[in-house]
């Protein structure tokens, strides 16, 4: 079966996925709606760009010019501006880059067509011609935050899963959605990791041993970790920092990392605010190994989010023994047993966020407990190979269209 991936060619969720699919016997192909560098093992690749993502770099360049640094600061402080203006108008320019697509999908033919997510990839995709099966996932805030930030962003959520042959989510909540926003009841669901799943054996072995990383943590101070970076109406980062000082009047050996923040203008800001320059350690986004192991040194994961599906470093903090405080949100209730493997919180509560991470520094043998049930749950629900059997076994239903 030749399968045609349209996804973020950056993004570690899509190489994770294509890993993935490598133990299978599938010819992939990728579109990609952003520049990036070419993935070793895909024939046939193309970069497509939509919703202004030719002005985007790459992620997983290892270097980055200072006219970068400079973009990268100026989007930061826009970022709200930005994400308004791209709501509005990117819907309104998918005409050309769904022209060029099918003339990709004419030259490919396809066996099959899977979108890792409806903004853009899905809406891209749905013009797929009616031969080819579609399949679309949704990501976490796809239906719960994206489709609602402006009309032609609901118009075009709504035609992508009209559209759609099949559905993947990583949540269930979504393909409950998903039926409210367009999805014929016939069409075949699955509940499955939107990364591929974890390969819980390569994890292990990263954690024994020692990867190389440019930054220092302070011996002896209890971690707590906060790689969600910056996602606008999503994420509630001016929670989390306010809780920060809370947190260490009561506890001030408690430190607390922060990736994917690092030259962030407004994350500096809210440092110098609460005065958090001797507590707190921003970092740029770091690569897969180097964020397991500063799991693995950590005691709590941090996430107020409230939309969101199941978050890859959720998953990947769970399987490296960290304890999550959450967002109280249905996709995350879906993973956890409240007060025992993990701790729901109202992501827009500084207070609940704040006594929730000293509960979880004052006991460790809650984190014990919690760790290990985490870790019966990942390998029943996330493990790579049996989400690659669940994969292979949802691919294969659309052979004979």
């Known amino acids: 079966m030749h399968i045609l991936l349209v996804a973020d060619g950056r993004s570690p969720i899509t190489r994770n996925w294509l890993r993935m699919l ?7 192909s990728l ?42 600061g100026l989007v930061a402080r826009l970022r709200p501006l ?12 998918l005409a050309k880059p769904q022209k060029e697509y099918l003339e990709i999908v004419d030259v490919l033919e396809p066996d099959l067509v899977h979108a890792l997510r409806i903004p853009y990839e899905g809406m891209l995709a749905a013009v797929t011609p009616a031969h080819i099966p579609l399949i679309v996932s949704i990501w976490g805030n796809d239906l719960t935050f994206h489709a609602h930030t402006s009309r032609q962003m609901a118009r075009h959520t709504r035609r992508a899963l009209a559209r759609a042959d099949g559905l993947l989510a990583d949540a269930g909540r979504d393909v409950r959605l998903a039926g409210q926003w367009g999805l014929r009841a016939e069409v075949p669901t699955a509940v499955l990791p939107g990364n591929g799943g974890l390969d819980l054996d390569e994890m292990n072995r990263t954690l024994s041993l020692s990867v190389a990383h440019d930054y220092q943590l302070p011996e002896g101070r ?4 906060n790689p969600r970076g910056f996602r606008p109406g999503s994420v509630h980062q001016e929670v989390f920092f306010e809780s920060v000082p809370m947190v260490l009047r009561e506890f001030p050996q408690a430190y607390f990392v922060c990736t994917a923040m690092q030259g962030q203008p407004q994350a500096q800001k809210w440092v110098e605010k609460y005065r958090l320059q001797e507590h707190i350690l921003l970092l740029p986004y770091l690569g897969q190994q180097q964020l397991w192991q500063l799991f693995s040194r950590s005691q709590v994961y941090v996430s107020l989010s409230s939309h969101d599906g199941t978050p890859n470093t959720f998953l990947e903090a769970l399987a490296c023994g960290c304890f999550p405080v959450v967002g109280n949100i249905e996709s995350l209730r879906e993973w956890l047993e409240p007060g025992r493997t993990g701790l729901l919180v109202d992501p827009r509560d500084p207070q609940a966020a704040a006594e929730a991470i000293l509960y979880a520094l004052r006991h460790p043998e809650l984190r014990e407990r919690a760790r290990q049930g985490n870790i ?10 049996g989400v690659r059997r669940e994969v292979q076994i949802f691919y294969n239903k659309f052979s004979g269209k």
């Open 376 to 385: 019966r749950v990942l390998k029943k629900r996330a493990e790579v190979n």
């Open 31 to 72: 579109v990609s709606t952003y520049p990036y560098e070419p993935i070793d093992g895909i024939e046939h690749q193309y970069t497509l760009p939509v919703a202004f993502s030719n002005m985007s770099g790459s992620q997983v360049s290892t270097s980055i010019s200072q006219r970068q640094v400079r973009v990268r």
């Open 222 to 225: 209890p971690l707590v970790v």
């Open 22 to 28: 490598s133990g299978l016997d599938y010819q992939i």
């Open 82 to 93: 930005l994400l308004r203006v791209r709501a509005l108008a990117a819907p309104m320019m």
